[in-house]
């Protein structure tokens, strides 16, 4: 259960920043349109702050080297894309759009297309090991199946065998004491 709410939050993650980059890319390509900005802005910074927590959560819930890993990274691109887009905003801001243009277009959206592919190895690799968790359940399912199998066969048989020692034991004093009573 813990990894399918690892992969739904990352999965969540994931969507945020999606919609955060595309207010950025919005504003961005309008050359700063300061009616967008102001609308967008409160919007990016509010998400910004659930994502955030989501970060916060998914790291207190991960334990492993190679989670702690993946979770670096995408820290790490998440620092160098919010350095980017705050770079552009201030170059829009002062009204610079000329020059946010090819700042957007050769270093914001690879940057943000590596920060959601980090993200998404976090969670493929959560789906991963969810799946591994199911097969492993899987099987020691079947081996309990089995083993449940083969000690009710063994039990039938030692049933039968006992039930039919114990008629035995009786029957034959009985058919000794009958054979001679003739």
Known sequence: ????????????WRG????????TLAIAKSGGLQSLSD??????RQTSEHISG?????????HTEEGKRLLAEVADRRKSYIATRNQIFE????????????LVENKLVPMSAAYLEAISAY???QHDRNQEMQE???????RAQAWLAALTAA????????AWSITRSVTRPLNQAVAMAD
């Open 155 to 162: 039990s039938l048989a030692l049933g039968a065998l006992l």
């Open 136 to 142: 492993e359940v899987a099987a020691s399912i079947s």
């Open 123 to 125: 969670a493929t690799r």
């Open 39 to 44: 609308y967008l802005q409160p919007l990016m």
């Open 1 to 12: 259960a813990e990894r399918a709410a690892l992969n739904a939050l990352a999965t969540e």
């Open 54 to 62: 989501l970060q916060k959560d998914i790291e207190a819930r991960t």
């Open 16 to 23: 945020e920043i999606g919609v955060n980059l595309a207010r």
């Open 91 to 102: 170059m829009l801001k002062n009204g610079d759009a000329m020059g946010a243009e090819p």
